[in-house]
Every structure is written in structure tokens, then in C-alpha cells.
């Protein structure tokens, strides 16, 4: 099971950056699929998060400036990125958790996209 984030780069501050992560076929009807990011010396921490059947979730820090997507016939999650501040600098990670009709869960991630917000 692989996930692909790409569209990662440097972007100035108040900046705009659309980051994509390629699923599986299936996962984005399956999977709880969500963004998370890593700066150095730092936990990777939350960022969105969109359920199978479509709700969707946000960390507080980024309400109001990021969108989660996805697009089924593309197999594609999304992450749109507004008003990129200094402090958004990361590895973004795709994640995606799969729950079987026992209730065992797996998870994975990719590798990851670097994100660089700066003058």
C-alpha cells in the first residue's frame, strides 16, 4: 500500500502551495485519509483529516487557511495551502487508516513533501 505526496517546495510568506498525495485504488471510499507534518525537533502533529463518507477535520492553527480534497477518479488527496505563514514549514505526510469489518485498523504513510515557507 503506497501513498505519494508531491507539490511540495519554497514558498514566500502569504504564499499559496497545493500539495497531492496518490492512494491506492480504493482508499479515498475506504480510508480515512488525513495530512500531518513534521518541522525539525518537533512531534509530527495533525494537520486535516477527511473521512470516507466525507467529513472533514482541521487543526486549530490551520482553520480558515488550508483545504483538504480529494478526487476519486484521480485517486488523489489534497491539501490547499493559503496564507502560507514562516511557522508552516514541514515534511507534510499523507496518512491513511483503514479500519476492516472486525475493527483492526492499519495505518500508513508516505514519505512525505518538504514545505518551505520564507522571504
Known amino acids: 500500500v503506497q501513498f505519494v505526496e508531491s507539490g511540495g517546495g519554497l514558498v514566500q510568506p502569504g504564499g499559496s502551495l497545493r500539495l497531492s498525495c496518490v492512494a491506492p485504488?480504493?482508499?479515498?471510499?475506504?480510508?480515512?485519509l488525513a495530512w500531518y507534518r513534521q518541522s525539525p525537533g518537533k512531534q509530527r502533529e495533525f494537520v486535516a483529516e477527511?473521512?470516507?463518507?466525507?467529513?472533514?477535520t482541521y487543526a486549530d492553527f490551520v482553520k480558515g487557511r488550508f483545504l483538504v480534497s480529494r478526487d476519486r477518479a484521480k485517486s488523489t488527496l489534497y491539501l490547499q495551502m493559503n496564507d502560507l505563514k514562516p511557522e508552516d514549514t514541514a515534511v507534510y505526510y499523507c496518512?491513511?487508516?483503514?479500519?476492516?469489518?472486525?475493527?483492526?485498523?492499519?495505518?500508513?504513510w508516505g514519505k512525505g513533501t518538504q514545505v518551505t515557507v520564507s522571504s
Open positions: 496518512n491513511g487508516v483503514y479500519v476492516d469489518n472486525k475493527g483492526y485498523s492499519s495505518t500508513y
Open positions: 477527511i473521512k470516507s463518507d466525507g467529513p472533514r
Open positions: 485504488e480504493g482508499a479515498l471510499t475506504a480510508y480515512t
